[in-house]
Nanobody, 124 residues
Framework: QWQVVESGGGLVQPGGSLKLSCTIF????????VVWFRQRPGKRRVGVSC????????KYVDSVKGRFTISRDNAKNTVYLQMNDLKPEDTGIYYC?????????????????WGQGTQVTVSS
């Protein structure tokens, strides 16, 4: 059975860093794109970053460019989201999701497996 498990969330002060991990169980990750989503309190869930199967295609939403870095280790079936210079507006639940295909495309297009999410809180 396919399963996506996120970890690495927590409480951090503004300007701090966190590294989220997303490990996929049940299939080989190398053939699929993976997306990180964020859901702020009271808001809908939106895509933040995507990495395709070969790591050739990487995309970020404008609000995190230059601060967040997505990467993957296919041997470990894991995708990472390094988040630096965190701001209070980065607070939310971060979800990892697997796509049906290798390419990113639209963030919420062709997503078929979701994780349970990990809470990130940026506050002084």
């Amino acid at each position: 059975q396919w399963q996506v498990v996120e970890s690495g969330g927590g409480l951090v002060q503004p300007g701090g860093s966190l590294k989220l991990s997303c490990t996929i169980f049940g299939w080989s990750l190398r053939e699929y794109a993976v997306v990180w989503f964020r859901q702020r309190p009271g808001k809908r869930r939106v895509g933040v970053s995507c990495i395709n199967g070969s790591s050739f295609e990487i995309k970020y939403v404008d609000s995190v460019k230059g601060r967040f870095t997505i990467s993957r280790d296919n041997a470990k079936n894991t995708v990472y989201l390094q988040m630096n210079d965190l701001k209070p507006e980065d607070t939310g639940i971060y979800y990892c999701a697997k796509k049906k295909y290798s390419m990113c495309g639209g963030y919420d297009v062709d997503v078929d497996v979701w994780g349970q999410g990990t809470q990130v809180t940026v506050s002084s």
